[in-house]
């Protein structure tokens, strides 16, 4: 069973414009969602995260936002780069971590 | 400090031969996570240990596969008799603590083809 949906499963961005990807959990134990970026050949690395105390975070051109009620949170990148292009995991957590199934995103020029 | 270190980056096994994973956790971390990856899609967790325990195997298959993270030394991902349907891109995580308290990190992966 899925503990955490994730979509859409791909994403063509022009640049500058705003990639949103979603997720959405089931389970309300969890305390912790991060996201992590995956370039082709390397591991996944730590993006942003959020706790559900509140209801936004963000950390340069990355923003989440989070829906406590509708258990749904989501990462927005504003003015996307090509370099931006990698696949995206979130996650949500209590005692383990449980990844959506990614999103690739091609942001291009 | 050294991030997590997994080797070999690439292996290549014929069917029925067996494939040996190692993850060196980040210094200070006692935690350690293993996750398959398949093409096109995402981390599946396969199974969480600490030293000297496995704390959670309940993604790993019941055979052929298992999983060890001694006092000393690295954490090792075994996988016996690999079948083609192993091929995939195994990755370590390590923390601190475990779930929420502890952030993360990832190897680069060690990618398995079976031919």
């Known amino acids: 069973q899925q503990q955490v949906k994730q979509s859409p499963q791909s994403l063509i961005v022009q640049k500058g414009g705003i990639s949103i990807i979603n997720c959405a959990y089931e389970?309300?134990?969890?305390?912790?969602f991060p996201w992590y970026q995956q370039f082709p050949g390397k591991g996944p690395a730590l993006l942003i995260a959020?706790?559900?105390?509140?209801s936004e975070k963000k950390e340069g051109r990355f923003t989440i936002s989070f829906n406590k009620s509708a258990k749904q949170f989501s990462l927005h990148i504003m003015d996307s780069q090509p370099g931006d292009s990698a696949t995206y995991f979130c996650?949500?957590?209590?005692?383990?971590?449980?990844f959506g199934t990614g999103t690739s995103l091609t942001v291009i020029p | 400090n050294a991030g997590v270190m997994q080797n070999p980056r690439h292996l290549v096994r014929r069917r029925g031969q067996e494939a040996r994973l190692r993850c060196s956790p980040m210094k200070g971390h006692s935690h350690v996570y293993w996750y398959r990856q398949l093409p096109e899609e995402g981390l599946k967790f396969m199974v969480y240990l600490q030293k000297e325990n496995i704390i959670d195997e309940s993604g790993m298959p019941k055979e052929r596969f298992s999983a060890e993270f001694p006092k000393e030394g690295p954490s090792i991902l075994r996988i016996q008799q690999v079948v083609r349907g192993d091929s995939a891109a195994y990755f370590c995580a390590s923390s601190t603590d475990r779930g929420s308290t502890g952030e993360l990190f990832f190897g680069e992966g060690s990618r398995l083809t079976v031919l």
């Open positions: 959020i706790r559900p105390d509140v």
């Open positions: 389970n309300t134990a969890f305390d912790y």
């Open positions: 996650a949500a957590v209590d005692n383990q971590f449980y």
